[in-house]
């Protein structure tokens, strides 16, 4: 064990409670990759049609017809959201935050906290939730459970499209359903997501002062307003806090918080296998 890692072991035994920032790179420590051999196993036809890179700018193409679209996103959304073994990696984050006061904000919208046994009290989705659905305009703001539907696209869908009865529209205006995914302004942020909302400002308020550690992991620079910049900032204003940055390729802080501060560069599920140990 590296002296990093003995370092953090310690510093989650210490903290009186802990907040966890989980990025994308997280789930790809999971094996929830967007590119390469999963990419190819359920989306060749879309490939060979479109010569798409990845699950990830695959999302953005403006697909022909709705059939065809929903034909791709039930597929995103099915094996990335319900089509989901268990996580390792999930699992051994929680055996660490066990008696422990924690928190977890995550970017990720894959529900793997949740169903890996982490309490839903717990847990703020920022950006979304692949198994929901919201009116594109929107011209209200709730959001719909999509399993179901999304089910039976996977199952009915033919040569890259759906049943046309089966494109999801709006119960309220009758337009197109969407993701609910904060991609611009409509993003839809619903009771549920308020609800978490309020609960992450509750445990941070209650933790301003005193050991409380930030564990940050596999959070990139795509949107650090949400989870990185927020975390350096109350590091420094709290002498007894400390930040942890767990990532392959992206460990750093500022120099402000330098001594405040455990940076492992190196894979995550290695990392946590070897703190439960």
Excluded at 101 to 113: E, G, K, S
Aim: charged fraction near 20%.
């Amino acid at each position: 064990m590296s002296a990093a890692i003995k370092k953090l072991k310690t510093a989650i035994e210490n903290a009186e409670a802990i907040l966890v920032g989980a990025g994308s790179g997280f789930s790809t420590a999971a094996g929830y990759t967007y590119s390469g051999k999963r990419f190819y196993q359920h989306f060749a036809d879309f490939i060979g049609k479109y010569h798409f890179g990845d699950m990830y700018s695959a999302g953005f193409y403006p697909f022909p017809t709705p059939e065809e679209k929903w034909a791709y996103w039930s597929r995103h959304i099915y094996y990335n959201r319900y089509d989901q073994p268990e996580s390792p990696v999930h699992k051994a984050l929680l055996q660490l935050l066990q008696g422990k006061d924690y928190f977890v904000l995550t970017t990720n919208v894959d529900h793997l906290f949740q169903n890996n046994g982490f309490n839903k009290q717990r847990l703020f989705y920022t950006q979304g939730d692949y198994g929901l659905w919201q009116c594109q305009t929107p011209c209200h703001h709730k959001t719909y459970d999509n399993e179901e539907t999304v089910r039976r696209m996977i199952k009915e869908q033919r040569n890259m499209k759906i049943p046309t009865e089966l494109v999801p529209h709006c119960p309220i205006c009758g337009e197109e359903m969407e993701m609910n995914l904060r991609s611009d302004g409509s993003f839809v942020e619903d009771e549920g997501w308020h609800a978490a909302a309020a609960r992450y400002h509750d445990f941070l308020s209650k933790h301003q002062s005193g050991f409380i550690l930030y564990l940050e992991l596999g959070v990139g620079m795509n949107t650090p307003g949400i989870i990185k910049f927020p975390f350096w900032k109350m590091t420094a204003t709290n002498p007894l806090a400390t930040y942890v940055c767990l990532n392959k390729g992206e460990a750093g802080s500022p120099d402000d918080i330098k001594g405040q501060s455990i940076l492992i560069d190196d894979d995550i599920a290695s990392v946590l296998q070897e703190l439960i140990r």
